[in-house]
């Protein structure tokens, strides 16, 4: 005979894009699961599901994290920042206009990672190198082509930060 799991869920209270969210999570459930299909904020994409494409990063309180790796539970209190946080249609952060400027934007799948990985870079140093760059996003996988209109997209936008 066997068991059945129970499954548990919690309340969580969480800021994402600027708005307050209380919602009840299942203890398994990744923050990326509940963003996309509990909340249907679907710009972080899964892709790999164990923290190696970046396809799935965010920002949480102004780090970049891969929210595959995160359990919902573990946002509880926190601040979340996705791709969908940035700018807006009426005017875009200076990285997404720079992306697609630079034509660095291809299939579009990973766009939303590279772009926030480049803004966690771009908060914290306004003048990156071109290695410090590539650094930065090296935990972002494009399956596409190379990565030199994203690069270069991103030391655009590190002018547009410096002004």
């Known amino acids: 005979m066997t068991q059945k799991a129970e499954t548990r869920t919690y309340p969580i209270s969480c800021t994402i894009n600027g708005e307050i969210y209380n919602i009840e999570v299942e203890s398994h459930k990744t923050l990326l699961w509940v963003l996309r299909e509990q909340l249907n904020i679907t710009g972080p994409k899964e892709c790999c599901g164990i923290g190696e494409c970046g396809a799935c990063t965010v920002l949480m309180d102004g780090k970049s994290v891969n929210s595959c790796l995160v359990l919902a539970v573990e946002a509880d209190g926190h601040e979340i920042v996705t791709i969908e946080g ?18 660095a934007v291809q299939c579009g799948f990973c766009t939303p990672g590279m772009i926030m990985s480049a803004k966690y870079l771009l908060d914290n140093n306004k003048n990156p190198s071109e290695e410090e760059i590539a650094v930065a996003l090296s935990g972002n996988y494009c399956r596409c082509t190379g990565y030199k209109n994203i690069i270069d997209a991103v030391k655009a936008a590190a002018l547009k930060y410096q002004e």
């Open 86 to 103: 940035l700018g807006g249609q009426e005017k875009l952060d200076p990285i997404q206009q720079a992306f697609i400027d630079q034509g």
